[in-house]
Nanobody, 123 residues
Framework: VQLQASGGGLVQAGGSLRLSCVVS????????VGWFRQAPGKEREFVAAVSWSGGTTYYADSMKGRFTISRDNAKNTVYLQMNSLKPEDTAVYYC?????????????????WGPGTLVTVSS
């Protein structure tokens, strides 16, 4: 499984961006997808995850209400809509996948990772 994130860029505080993650390769399996981010000098942190069906989502507390994760399995694509962006959201954003068909998205260990996309939020 290969993942490719895109959609990053420079945006002013309060603005919005939508990131996309295209999954290719063995996409016939049922997999959950998560978004993570890593800011300069900080550890990678979890952002959000979505189940295979798209029916279950899970967010880090600090992202709730501002970020929305969704997926379109017909396009093998997962999205992260980010609104009301803050300078502290500046980071490289990564998407990752794990073969898992359930809905318990907490503490999932992701096996497949793609290169990240840089999001910069200016004040």
């Amino acid at each position: 499984v290969q993942l490719q994130a895109s959609g990053g860029g420079l945006v002013q505080a309060g603005g919005s961006l939508r990131l996309s993650c295209v999954v290719s390769g063995r996409t016939w399996g049922r997999y959950a997808v998560g978004w993570f981010r890593q800011a300069p000098g900080k550890e990678r942190e979890f952002v959000a995850a979505v189940s295979w069906s798209g029916g279950t989502t899970y967010y880090a507390d600090s992202m709730k209400g501002r970020f929305t994760i969704s997926r379109d399995n017909a396009k093998n694509t997962v999205y992260l809509q980010m609104n009301s962006l803050k300078p502290e959201d500046t980071a490289v954003y990564y998407c990752a996948a794990v073969y898992y068909s359930g809905s318990d998205l907490k503490e999932r260990e992701y096996n497949y990772w793609g290169p990240g996309t840089l999001v910069t939020v200016s004040s």
